[in-house]
């Protein structure tokens, strides 16, 4: 079965940095592209950053751009959030997200928690 | 990109077929035949239930089903059963590589 385990989350002060890291396991990571998907507890679901399947491409919401930096290693089959300037509405919950088809996404990790708070 | 639209709330009778609506743009459920629908229960990660507007991944309930019209995608589940008692998110591609979620539907099995 796929498995994505999210991880790095914690408490930062505002202006801060993070890096949340995705490790994946059975399937072929290097294959795919990846997703990671933020959600405001209580909230809902916003896209914010994709990666193809080499690392070669991303592409970003307009509320991160410049801010946040999606990356890969795909010998370690893990993706990367590096986050910094961290501001009070980025707290949320992360997943990370497989992507199917292209345009969908197949299999979500369980998140882990952001919170930005002084 | 602003949010695509859901209702906040919809609920149903055990047995009782339920619609929920998703509305977007020109720009984004209107350009693309590319909407997803994501079920979410409390804690948990969201399941992917549907996809190309009406397409059922493998593994998932012949209940669900999906359409698409103009700026508006619609998610339906039959039969309704205790068990879909969730949240209900919409995607759609939004063009240039972005992606946008509905505000999500909380659905009541009553």
């Known amino acids: 079965e796929v498995q994505l385990v999210e991880s790095g989350g914690g408490f930062v002060q505002p202006g801060g940095s993070l890096r949340l890291s995705c490790a994946a396991s059975?399937?072929?990571?290097?294959?795919?592209?990846m997703h990671w998907v933020r959600q405001v507890p209580g909230k809902g679901l916003v896209w914010i950053s994709r990666i193809n399947s080499d690392g070669s491409t991303t592409s970003y919401a307009d509320s991160v751009k410049g801010r946040f930096t999606i990356s890969r290693d795909n010998a370690k089959n893990t993706l990367y959030l590096q986050m910094n300037s961290l501001r009070a509405e980025d707290t949320a919950v992360y997943y990370c997200?497989?992507?199917?088809?292209?345009?969908?996404?197949?299999?979500w990790g369980q998140g882990t928690l952001v919170t930005v708070s002084s | 990109q602003s949010a695509l639209t859901q209702p906040a709330s919809v609920s149903g009778s055990p047995g009782q077929s339920i619609t929920i609506s998703c509305t977007g743009t020109?720009?984004?459920?209107?350009?693309?035949?590319?909407v997803s629908w994501y079920q979410q229960h409390p804690g948990k990660a969201p399941k992917f239930i549907i996809y190309g507007g009406g397409k059922r991944p493998s593994g998932v309930s012949n209940r669900f089903s999906g359409s698409k019209s103009g700026n508006t995608a619609s998610l339906t589940i039959s039969g309704l059963q205790a068990e879909d008692e969730a949240d209900y998110y919409c995607?759609?591609?939004?063009?240039?590589?972005?992606?946008?979620f509905g505000g999500g539907t909380k659905l009541t099995v009553l």
């Open positions: 059975e399937f072929t990571f290097s294959s795919y592209w």
């Open positions: 995607c759609s591609y939004a063009g240039s590589s972005t992606w946008v």
């Open positions: 020109s720009s984004d459920v209107g350009s693309y035949n590319l």
């Open positions: 997200a497989r992507v199917f088809a292209v345009y969908y996404f197949d299999y």
